[in-house]
């Protein structure tokens, strides 16, 4: 049952359970892993909907000083995974080209049809700052390098990136080796030669912070939730990033009390619903309870947890069993969204590694809360390596957002 919240009908957060009858066995079975990444593309001519699974690491080792569990660098992969949503089936592609280095802990966006790879930490180290490219386009699946002008982000890992108003790929915070970060920046997908702009947004900016997760709304807003500190100090913190007609860039802290700070965790919206998954806290300790599995609704302003509205961030006791929450009791898994329905595969349970695939429904029913403006070259499929101007179309002249969680989108 839906309640009443700040004017607008809100959904309590869903229950999950593992997806049943897929198929994919042997090689085309991802298997057990963590710290990779989950990306869904647009349909093609031949196929619906896919998840492209890339990278992890697919062993564990004790950590050397904490005693906690932590990634095997020599077990981390570059291999690439496809589920197809409607023949519920995974396959492990083999796309032409030269792939990028194995990597765990990087960051990954969907480009209608191609998917964009930035950073991470494998055996070599830190992964170079390039951007590469998984073309599918008429399931042909190539690997290509993207020429970047000028600084960028450069190697990091923990990091996150996502495209924003369909046009605009941006990389905030993570670990440069040296200092957890705070900066972000942005690549004009539309504009050749193509080169990164550090940001200066204005407005309230998050700390520094590595293991958080940002995700884009389709109006064109990022939300950047969560993540670790310098100190080690998980945070509960959410912020929108947002860009206005004349081009400068805002940061706006999101109301409500998140159930749990967290990190390592997973964040996707369905409409203006960000659906955020497990994580840890300080010390490495699982999420357990009501706090393991979290909505917070962009519309309404407010945090939901699977009681509805969350007022403190004091989680409340409970014998009952929910296996829901105890599915979600994992860290450095991966989440994407399909439509109204959420999925989750992989991660880490202590010092377990996991192979399952979850999925939970956004809502009984799609409310009004949940619809964001879309703009109508949003599914259009844009091309890297093409000398046509990508997004040559999308203007972006309006950021309005969806009611109760708004931005101040005048000119400034």
């Not at 004790?62 to 496809?82: D, F, K, M, Q």
């Not at 390592?264 to 955020?276: E, I, K, P």
């Not at 009611?403 to 000119?411: D, E, I, K, S, V």
């Amino acid at each position: 049952m839906g309640t009443a919240g700040k004017g607008a009908w809100v959904v309590p957060a869903p229950a999950y359970k593992e997806v049943e009858g897929w198929e994919g066995s042997g090689d085309d079975s991802p298997g057990y892993r963590c710290g990779h990444s989950l990306t869904v593309i647009a349909p093609t001519k031949g196929h619906g909907p896919r998840l492209i699974l890339f990278g992890g690491a697919t062993a564990i080792e004790a950590g050397a000083t904490s005693g906690l569990p932590g990634i095997r660098l020599a077990g981390v992969t570059n291999t690439v995974h496809s589920y197809d949503v409607d023949k519920r089936r995974w396959t492990r592609l083999h796309p032409a080209g030269d792939p990028p280095s194995p990597r765990a802990a990087h960051s990954a966006a969907a480009v209608g049809t191609m998917v964009v790879f930035q950073g991470g930490i494998g055996p070599a180290g830190h992964s170079t700052d390039d951007l590469y490219v998984l073309d599918l386009t008429n399931d042909k699946f190539k690997w290509h390098r993207v020429v970047v002008q000028g600084a960028g982000p450069g190697p990091r890992y923990g990091h996150c990136m996502d495209l924003v108003a369909q046009r605009y790929l941006v990389s905030v915070s993570g670990n440069d080796g040296k200092r957890v970060l705070s900066d972000a920046w942005a690549l004009d997908t539309a504009q050749k030669p193509y080169k990164w702009q550090k940001l200066n947004p204005d407005g309230d900016r998050p700390s520094a912070r590595m293991y958080g997760t940002a995700s884009a709304r389709s109006d064109g807003m990022l939300l950047l939730c969560g993540g670790r500190d310098a100190s080690g100090t998980p945070l509960s913190d959410a912020y929108g990033l947002l860009m206005h007609t004349n081009g400068q860039w805002e940061w706006t802290l999101a109301p409500g009390i998140s159930p749990s700070p967290r990190y390592q965790h997973a964040a996707v919206f369905v409409g203006a619903r960000l659906h955020v998954t497990g994580g840890v806290l300080r010390g490495g300790r699982a999420i357990e309870g009501e706090g393991a599995i979290a909505v917070l609704d962009t519309a309404a302003g407010v945090w939901l947890d699977k009681n509805g509205i969350v007022t403190s961030r004091t989680l409340k006791s409970s014998n009952e069993h929910d296996a829901s929450s105890d599915l979600l009791r994992r860290c450095r898994h991966a989440a994407a969204s399909v439509g109204s329905q959420i999925y989750i595969y992989g991660g880490l349970r202590g010092d377990i590694l996991l192979d399952d695939f979850l999925i939970a429904e956004n809502a009984p029913f799609q409310s009004e809360t949940d619809r964001v403006p879309r703009s109508e070259n949003q599914n259009r499929n844009h091309n890297f390596n093409s000398d046509s101007r990508p997004f040559e179309q999308y203007t972006n002249n309006s950021h309005e957002t969806a009611p109760g969680f708004r931005f101040h989108t005048h000119l400034l």
